[in-house]
T-cell receptor, first 116, second 112 residues
Framework: GAGVSQTPSNKVTEKGKYVELRCDPISGHTALYWYRQSLGQGPEFLIY????????DSGLPNDRFFAVRPEGSVSTLKIQRTERGDSAVYLCASSLTGSTGNTEAFFGQGTRLTVV | GENVEQHPSTLSVQEGDSAVIKCTYS??????FPWYKQELGKGPQLIID?????GEKKDQRIAVTLNKTAKHFSLHITETQPEDSAVYFC???????????FGAGTTVTVRA
């Protein structure tokens, strides 16, 4: 499809396990964002990629969270030693250039992560 | 960092009536203010946005106003329809990119 695709749509994992969440941005979009949305809350910024590099990772809550975008397209959000508090919907968004002045950011449907 | 507050948290309106959602922000450097609609199981979808050099913007039944002095902005939906029922989020960005600070959301229910 033409939109942002996130896989899996749902993930249930046991506390302490490692998980990877994948985001396929819209083709040609250089900017990619990860957000986390807890139940009943607005999305919270995690990390922003411009091309292959992380332009701003100030939203990552701790060193258990890491994200990569090795070829400037697909991105993977990695969470080590998962905790119950990591349970949330993880949203990915992409935009053509990353500038709010001339492009729109499009969100995927999210991955719902449940840590039991 | 930027802090965005949104009110009310829930809003129930009769079909055909208007709905108004209000947000305030803290960072005077913020210059981009989008509004998103989120339906169950889906990601947020942009419905309208406004930049700091504009005081009001309208798109059919949807309008947004911005008061930079008071640091608040509002979403107005007129002639509401059942399909307007969703969660609406305001957001702000001080950095010309999509590192957005979101409000907590307003659940809008349009009663037929």
């Amino acid at each position: 499809g033409a939109g942002v695709s996130q896989t899996p749509s749902n993930k249930v994992t046991e506390k302490g396990k490692y998980v990877e969440l994948r985001c396929d941005p819209i083709s040609g979009h250089t900017a990619l964002y990860w957000y986390r949305q807890s139940l009943g809350q607005g999305p919270e910024f995690l990390i922003y990629f411009q091309g292959t590099g992380a332009a701003d990772d100030s939203g990552l809550p701790n060193d258990r969270f890491f994200a990569v975008r090795p070829e400037g397209s697909v991105s993977t959000l990695k969470i080590q030693r998962t905790e119950r508090g990591d349970s949330a919907v993880y949203l990915c968004a992409s935009s053509l250039t990353g500038s709010t002045g001339n492009t729109e950011a499009f969100f995927g449907q999210g991955t719902r992560l449940t840590v039991v | 960092g930027e802090n965005v507050e949104q009110h009310p948290s829930t809003l129930s309106v009769q079909e055909g009536d208007s709905a108004v959602i209000k947000c305030t922000y803290s960072d005077s450097a913020s210059n981009y203010f989008p509004w998103y609609k989120q339906e169950l199981g889906k990601g947020p979808q942009l419905i309208i946005d406004i930049r700091s050099n504009v005081g009001e913007k309208k798109d059919q039944r949807i309008a947004v106003t911005l008061n930079k002095t008071a640091k608040h902005f509002s979403l107005h939906i007129t002639e509401t329809q059942p399909e307007d029922s969703a969660v609406y989020f305001c957001a702000a960005s001080p950095s010309d990119d999509y590192k957005l600070s979101f409000g907590a959301g307003t659940t809008v229910t349009v009663r037929a």
